[in-house]
Nanobody, 127 residues
């Protein structure tokens, strides 16, 4: 079992920044690929960023590329999402997710591939 707890959400004006953190406990964090997902009202949940467990490979959705940065610290069992130049379209509940994998360089984009989820944190961007 892996427990995930997100923090760092809140209300920010358009153009501002937020940093989300996800703290993991339980099984060794370093063998889990991690993803950040978001779900806006009336929309499907989407993967906005993912990172392999060795931290060398990352993925970004086109809508956040160049503005968001995913990173992880396996020694501290944390994964972060730095979000810059936020727009109202980024308003959503953001959740981190973990997937056990034997491949250090792999990550996944599909929510069905992830086993463990945090409770989510609300990000609201005002115009």
């Amino acid at each position: 079992q892996v427990q995930l707890v997100e923090s760092g959400g809140g209300l920010v004006q358009a153009g501002g920044s937020l940093r989300l953190s996800c703290a993991a406990s339980g099984r060794p964090f370093s063998t889990y690929a991690m993803g950040w997902f978001r779900q806006a009202p009336g929309k499907e949940r989407e993967c906005v960023a993912a990172i392999s467990w060795n931290g060398r490979n990352t993925y970004y959705a086109d809508s956040v590329k160049g503005r968001f940065t995913i990173s992880r610290d396996n020694a501290k069992n944390t994964v972060s999402l730095q979000m810059n130049s936020l727009t109202p379209e980024d308003t959503a509940v953001y959740s981190c997710a973990a997937k056990s994998t034997a491949y250090p360089a792999s990550y996944s984009l599909g929510e069905n591939e992830y086993t463990y989820w945090g409770q989510g944190t609300q990000v609201t961007v005002s115009s």
